[in-house]
Nanobody, 130 residues
């Protein structure tokens, strides 16, 4: 699976933003997908994840209520929608794919571990000015 993240840029605090992750290669629709972000000098942070069916979503505590993850399997694309950005959302945003063999449910941190993911995109920079 090859992943291409896009949609980042320089935005103002309070602005909305939508990131896209387009997949190619293997049957992407069978893979769960997550978004992570990494700010300078900080560890990679779990942002959100969605199961391959799209019927379950998971969010990191710092973004819950502001970020929404969704997918369109017909377009091999996963989206991350933000309704109101904050300066602390600044970072490089990565999308990643987790194997269809992985199963987890009912637990907020089901998809939070970077080690779960087999494929990663190159990242898209989001910079939020105050």
């Amino acid at each position: 699976v090859q992943l291409q993240a896009s949609g980042g840029g320089l935005v103002q605090a309070g602005d909305p933003l939508r990131l896209s992750c387009v997949a190619s290669g293997r049957t992407f629709s069978n893979w769960g997908t997550g978004w992570f972000r990494q700010a300078p000098g900080k560890e990679r942070e779990f942002v959100a994840a969605i199961t391959w069916t799209g019927d379950s979503t998971y969010y990191g505590a710092s973004v819950k209520g502001r970020f929404t993850i969704s997918r369109d399997n017909a377009k091999n694309t996963v989206y991350l929608q933000v309704i109101s950005l904050k300066p602390e959302d600044t970072g490089v945003y990565y999308c990643a794919a987790v194997s269809p063999a992985y199963h987890c449910s009912g637990y907020d941190l089901c998809y939070a571990g970077p080690q779960l993911y087999d494929y990663w995109g190159q990242g898209t920079q989001v910079t939020v000015s105050s």
